[in-house]
């Protein structure tokens, strides 16, 4: 079992930053392969960010050049540093891991890993 939480969410105005913070328990190394989710409620679930132990980073369209998913090996937690956030970017923030998926790393239906999540509120 992997076990996951995140934290580091909260309310920001837009342009600000947040960092998100997501500390991996249980089989560390099976979770190498992880990502960033996220969800407004009523709609689907958004990939955002995606990290692979060999190939390195993959963002959306929609974070792109404003966010940064890293890992620190060491201490077993996934990051998400988000610069220049819009209102648009409210919503709650959910790490996932252990990828089985070989390509489409953003497809929620890849991780069977997930943490419980952390809001993010962007005011305008």
């Known amino acids: 079992q992997v076990q996951l939480m995140e934290s580091g969410g909260g309310s920001v105005q837009a342009g600000g930053s947040l960092t998100l913070s997501c500390v991996v328990s249980g089989h560390p190394s099976r979770s190498a392969d992880m990502g960033w989710f996220r969800q407004v409620l009523g709609k689907e679930r958004e990939g955002i960010a995606a990290n692979d132990r060999d190939l390195g980073p993959t963002y959306a369209d929609s974070v792109k050049g404003r966010f940064t998913i890293s890992r620190d090996n060491a201490k077993n937690i996934l990051s998400l540093q988000m610069n220049s956030l819009k209102p648009e970017d409210t919503a709650m923030y959910y790490c996932?891991?252990?990828?089985?998926?070989?390509?489409?790393?953003?497809?929620?239906?890849?991780?069977?890993?997930w943490g419980q999540g952390t809001q993010v509120t962007v005011s305008s």
């Open positions: 996932a891991a252990d990828r089985t998926c070989v390509s489409g790393w953003l497809r929620s239906e890849c991780y069977p890993y």
